[in-house]
């Protein structure tokens, strides 16, 4: 009887059942059991936070079918490798057979290297044919593990052409190489690179990228790089990273990316001209088999714009110029793609890729302005185009379509709305291409003997937007929040560079007995103000991350020094801002050739 008595105590004392749901979020940060009471849990209640609960959560796991697929793919290769196996023991016993058993050269190492000069298959070696082990476990869909599942022997010395899509014989990363197999889109390349595959690494001019690596560099890249080149869903690009399907121009950006990411990287820059010279000739090669084809992927646009910025950074300015351009010119073969409608249906396509395209359009927009300002040339795009802005950066990383306006609006807004770093790196980008085109309109306005009137008018339009946008940025950003973002500091630069833009164009069409020098001075009090706070900002640079300077700095440093140059003589205050301009230059050198390579187009 009493140790009935003791059951029913235990029984009675045991906790009660867990409610149903989903846990809190404050209790999953604190890695704590979650009573899920609603509204509010107890430890939430207790600690005084809302209590919030996120239901959707996204699946575990590979896709369904991936296994099964992989399991397919590897049967094929085995298949496959038995094949050409047995035809190269043939072509051994016929060659053997012609040379009267003359002994063939062997090495002394098992190793598959690139080389340095070419991505083809040529450009492997293989110095010994002893048979190399592929041995790792797959598990499949009952639970069976799957080992040693082949020997792989190296190919034979026949060469053939490369490509990277699917269907024919790859120039890879991958350490084995050259094996011809039927796929479905998808090369064999690429199914060594997945999932279950991860130990494998990448090599390219001897140099062996593992997984840590590959993980390292791409956080590099949104962590320094994709704050001023926007143009990437992070979630969605490590999805299809991890695909086995990736296309030839996903595998170029993924190159590029990792190609920007070494430059800003101390740590991986001993790599950085290798993977350069690999993303390089892959665009090269693709660019090539895209003669003929109407539409380009907006990956290959992405890789060359990014390839663009690391050549100006690392490389040379005229062939950063020329790469840019590529990407240019494939927007333009493309234009629909782009272009957005006045009613745009936000659940009747996939937003993030017209979000990505749009941003991709965005950040050639503001490339081919701000360099194009630094050297006089004509624009490549124009401010008239139906493509909307860029989505807030949160809306668009989170997946939350939101609907933006167009550049105009942006433009002609009398309030001073907080919009994102990028969309207002739009506008004044927008506003220094009118300033541009105004020079360049004046200057066949002397040409023809055309009136000057046209040119006042011209001026005091730009002038205007200029005054409205420099207020309202300030509004939203105050001073210090510009010191402490690198794209903050360098929006703010290019506004103040505009003023002494427009102060150059003043100058150059004033004569001194005009009747408006009044006005003249008004602009060299502005231009002497704005090249002064261009310095103050200078001298905040090195308070930042040098890898995290925007790598179009020396643009607006340049056009700052220039104007200081022509008031040296006026007194020790210039020739002192002077040299803080051009230490600061100096001191970008280490990270930014694009100093040095815009000396080339002195004004």
């Not at 703010?492 to 004033?510: C, D, F, G, N």
């Amino acid at each position: 009887m009493p140790q009935s008595v003791d059951l029913d105590v235990k029984a009675s004392m045991q906790p009660a059942r867990q409610n149903p749901g989903a846990a809190c979020e404050e209790c999953r940060r604190r890695k704590v059991r979650c009573d899920r009471q609603q509204p509010s849990c107890g430890l939430c209640m207790s600690s005084g936070v809302q209590c919030q609960v996120t239901t959707p959560r996204p699946p575990r796991g590979p896709k369904r079918g991936y296994l099964k697929a992989l399991q397919a793919r590897i049967a094929t290769l085995e298949g496959t490798l038995l094949q050409q196996q047995q035809q190269q023991q043939q072509q051994q016993q016929q060659h053997h057979h012609l040379h009267h058993q003359q002994p063939q050269p062997n090495g002394n190492s098992d190793t598959i290297s690139i080389s340095p000069e070419n991505t083809t298959i040529d450009g492997l070696t293989f110095d010994d044919h002893s048979p190399l082990t592929w041995d790792f476990p797959i598990t499949t869909d009952d639970g069976t593990v799957l080992h040693d599942l082949c020997q792989v022997t190296p190919p034979g010395t026949t060469s053939c052409e490369s490509s990277l899509d699917g269907g024919s014989v790859h120039a890879s990363t991958s350490p084995i190489q050259a094996f011809e197999t039927p796929t479905d889109g998808a090369g064999f390349s690429d199914a060594v690179l997945g999932r279950k595959m991860s130990e494998l690494s990448d090599g390219m001019d001897g140099i062996n990228i593992s997984n840590l690596m590959q993980a390292e560099l791409n956080q590099l890249y949104f962590d320094r790089v994709h704050s001023f080149a926007p143009v990437l869903h992070q979630r969605r690009y490590l999805s299809w990273t991890r695909s086995i399907a990736k296309t030839e121009a996903q595998l170029c950006l993924r190159y590029a990316m990792w190609t920007l990411a070494a430059s800003v990287s101390a740590h991986y820059q001993n790599i950085g001209d290798s993977l350069y010279r690999y993303t390089r000739r892959a665009l090269e090669s693709l660019d090539s088999k895209c003669i003929g084809i109407a539409m380009a992927e907006t990956e290959q646009v992405q890789a060359w714009l990014l390839l663009a910025i690391h050549e100006f950074m690392c490389v040379d300015f005229s062939r950063g110029w020329v790469s840019a351009g590529r990407a240019f010119r494939l927007i333009q073969l493309n234009w629909l793609q782009y272009s957005d409608g006045p009613d745009t249906n936000l659940g009747q396509t996939d937003w993030i890729d017209a979000e990505q395209k749009r941003r991709t359009f965005w950040l050639a927009y503001c490339l081919d302005r701000f360099v194009s300002v630094r050297n006089n040339s004509p624009m490549t795009f124009s401010e008239r185009n139906t493509i909307r802005l860029p989505a807030p950066e949160l809306d668009f990383q989170n997946e939350q379509p939101t609907l933006t306006g167009f550049l105009p609006e942006a433009l002609s807004a009398r309030d001073a709305v907080i919009t994102s770093t990028f969309t207002e790196s739009i506008v004044v980008a927008t506003v220094i291409g009118r300033a541009l085109s105004h020079r360049q309109q004046s200057v066949m306005d002397n040409i023809y003997l055309n009136e000057s009137r046209g040119f006042w008018d011209r001026h005091e339009w730009i002038d205007s937007i200029l005054i409205q946008r420099m207020d309202a940025f300030s509004l939203n950003y105050p001073i210090a929040v510009q010191e402490a973002d690198p794209m903050l500091l360098f929006i703010s630069m290019m506004w103040r560079t505009t003023v002494l833009y427009m102060y150059q164009l003043v100058k150059a069409v004033i004569h001194p007995t005009d009747e408006k020098r009044s006005v003249l001075a008004d602009y060299t009090r502005q231009s002497t103000i704005a090249a002064k706070e261009i310095v103050n900002l200078t001298n905040k640079l090195s308070q930042l991350n040098s890898f995290k300077v925007h790598p179009l700095t020396p643009i607006p440093l340049s056009l700052c020094a220039e104007f200081l140059v022509s008031y040296r003589e006026l007194g020790d205050t210039y020739s002192k801002q002077l040299q803080d301009i051009t230490e600061a230059m100096h001191g970008l050198i280490s990270f930014s050739n694009l100093g040095p390579g815009l000396g080339a187009y002195a004004r």
